[in-house]
């Protein structure tokens, strides 16, 4: 029984191409997150959603939209994807505080060529 | 400054050895304090999480708290082959967590 879950797993996609990644999650919980982890394994956090209002949106390209249709569901549209676009972008979820917890889905690798 | 910094590894432990983690956060303000494992090609898996100073124990998992000093700590007792992974530390002030750059363990059997 997933918790948190994206598709696709893989995306191969050339340069300029629009592409959309997406996450659900049946954890009941109100905020979802975007990490991007590039070729470093770096995790840094792109967008989160609480009760589908946006409330981070860290320096990202505006490329990068993200869209929360419910609380329940985030996906990431991105326009013109670039080589520097290649990573495992991970969507998470967590409860609105104290504890603020976050249950990670399984990554989406992307692939830009 | 790294918002959240780890001793960067590799760090090699024999089968059955303690394996030691550490990690330093620069924002006073963080609250919730969370151990992720990551095993190759797999996501991020929370472990341990901490919010007061002192230690809390889970299994063969002892994380350590200590806030004036800004530090946190994990300590893998009795370390097994499936251990062998990327740890990740982070620190969260509300919604945002900053994670560190991980350390790669490996346990040798």
């Known amino acids: 029984d997933t918790a948190v879950s994206q598709t696709p797993k893989y995306l191969v996609t050339q340069m300029g191409n629009d592409k959309s990644i997406k996450c659900e999650q049946n954890l009941g919980h109100d905020t979802m997150y975007w990490y991007k982890q590039d070729s470093k394994k770096f995790l840094k956090i792109m967008f989160s959603y609480n009760n589908k209002e946006l409330i981070i949106n860290e320096t990202v390209p505006n490329r990068f939209s993200p869209k929360s249709p419910d609380k329940a569901h985030l996906n990431l549209h991105i326009n013109s994807l670039e080589l520097g676009d290649s990573a495992v972008y991970f969507c998470?979820?967590?409860?609105?505080?104290?504890?603020?917890?976050?249950?990670f889905g399984p990554g989406t690798r992307l692939t830009v060529t | 400054q790294k918002e959240v910094e780890q001793n960067s590894g590799p760090l090699s432990v024999p089968e059955g050895a303690i394996a030691s983690l550490n990690c330093t956060y620069s924002d006073r303000v963080s609250q919730s304090f969370f151990w992720y494992r990551q095993y190759s090609g797999k996501s991020p898996e929370l472990i341990m999480s901490?919010?007061?100073?002192g230690d809390k124990e889970d299994g063969r998992f002892t994380a350590q708290l200590n806030k004036a000093s800004q530090y946190v700590s994990l300590l893998i007792r009795d370390s097994q082959p499936s251990d062998s992974a990327t740890y990740l530390c982070a620190a969260s002030n509300d919604y945002k967590l900053s994670f560190g750059a991980g350390t790669t363990v490996t346990v040798r059997a």
């Open positions: 998470a979820s967590s409860v609105a505080g104290p504890t603020y917890e976050q249950y």
């Open positions: 901490i919010y007061s100073n």
